[in-house]
């Protein structure tokens, strides 16, 4: 792993986190986040994931601009059980902002 002023960068990542409970859709499956960065996030959801798999999620987030959906594709970094469901640490690999009108963001 690289170095960053003597820590590594996994290290440096994790101070940058972010506690926030947020709604999730992975897949098509809902979850929600534990904590986010700006290169990633920890979701946990109730199906399994495959270390280095590729998914696709959004969640919905207010800005000062208005509501917005983030759309984003990842890489399953890390899998852990917590509290009888799957935790995955996702790194983003893109992301797309997209305004919407309606505040039913989660039916489709």
Same mark, same amino acid.
């Given at each position: 792993? &690289? #170095?960053?002023?003597? =820590?590594?960068? =996994?290290?440096? &990542?994790?101070?940058? /986190?972010?506690? &926030? ?8 499956? /809902?979850?929600?986040? /534990?904590?986010?960065?700006?290169? +990633?996030?920890? !979701? !946990?959801?109730?199906?399994?994931? $495959?270390? +280095?798999? =590729? ?9 000062? $601009? ?8 990842? $890489?399953?970094?890390?899998?852990? #059980? ?8 996702? #790194? ?12 039913? &963001?989660?039916?489709?």
């Amino acid at each position: 792993m &690289a #170095k960053v002023d003597g =820590h590594s960068a =996994h290290k440096q &990542a994790r101070r940058t /986190r972010i506690n &926030a409970r947020l709604p999730v859709n992975v897949n098509g499956v /809902r979850g929600v986040t /534990r904590d986010i960065s700006t290169t +990633g996030m920890f !979701i !946990i959801q109730t199906i399994q994931h $495959e270390m +280095g798999s =590729h998914v696709d999620f959004w969640l919905d987030m207010d800005t000062p $601009e208005g509501k917005v959906k983030l759309c984003c594709k990842g $890489e399953v970094m890390r899998i852990e #059980k917590v509290d009888g469901k799957v935790g995955i640490g996702v #790194k983003i690999l893109s992301q797309e902002r997209q305004s919407f009108a309606t505040d039913d &963001a989660f039916s489709a």
